[in-house]
């Protein structure tokens, strides 16, 4: 079988380590070749392919980014749709998909399996929003990542005597926000699936102080004061229609420093949560995810992407990854409301 494979969406850490995975288990195990489709979906319907071998891959496991390269294309749009991609997998003697995204990509590649195409999933996302597995590569460096950001936060703010804001990614869940909030002690954790007052962040800012502490607030870019209807987007949409989120943090600095008077600075971390070397954690997992990938298309069990389950990899439908966000429980924000103040 020829395999096209192509990374869609943001950029995670791990995504080479999928690819190589594949490859060579693919190669080795089922006899498969493969072939690169560049900048996900746009290389789909352009036509646009590269090389995709053993020495192709090779040492490509601990490097950020993609060497497929990414984009937000949504296929059925322009001169896409259902008809150019069988059109064009037809032309390039690929026999199924083998397609690496998040919530859009899957989307995308449900409909095509609705639509007859043979194409498997892996599940990809910085965010660990997706309801199907227990965790998404690339979300343990993006922790790293935040973690390592508010620990030199922690340091000027002490030498200041200032409140630092640290917004980090997570779009509608709060997943980065409480993982790395907690391992850097942050003073307050904001996720989207609390919305707090202001009275409530004041407070633990102002207890924090009162103890002579320089006041760390971690919020997730997300993030709904309970003043607000919608999450704090000044940049529009992207190709699937849904808003590009970030600067809740500038937003919450003046108000805090306002109510406060503590000098407050803002840092939003950004893109640099998904650049870089992926952890050990993030390698291992999305190697596993490519080399079961290809189990499952030797199996074909077409429209499936595979998923972690406590530490197994398992497979599961595309439809169970759409729909509805993992959310961060209640009980988890609790637990670590314990610390704050």
Known sequence: ????VLTSGGDAPGLNAVIRGAVLNGERQYGMTFLGIKDGWRGLVDADFQPLSRSDVKGIGKLGGTILGSSRTNPFEGKGGI??????????????????????????????ADEGVKIVGVPKTVDNDLSATDYTFGFDTAVNIATDAMDRLRTTGDSHHRCMVAEVMGRHVGWIALHSGMAAGAHAILIPER??????IVAWVSSAAARGRAPLVCVAEGFLLDTMDDAHSERGLDAFGRPRLGG?????APLIEAATGIETRATTLGHIQRGGTPSAFDRVLATRFGMN???????????????????DIVTVPFSAALGQLKQVPMARWEEAALLFG
Do not use: C, F, H, Y
């Open 195 to 200: 919305e707090t007052s202001l009275d409530e």
């Open 83 to 112: 008809d150019r991609i069988n059109e064009v997998m037809a032309g390039a003697g690929m026999d199924a998909l083998l397609v690496i995204g998040g919530e859009g990509t899957l989307a995308a590649a449900n409909r095509l």
């Open 293 to 311: 990938a290809v189990r499952v298309i030797d199996e074909k069990q077409w429209g499936q992407m595979v998923s972690l389950r406590g530490t």
């Open 248 to 252: 809740i943090g500038e937003k919450l």
């Open 1 to 4: 079988m020829r395999i096209g």
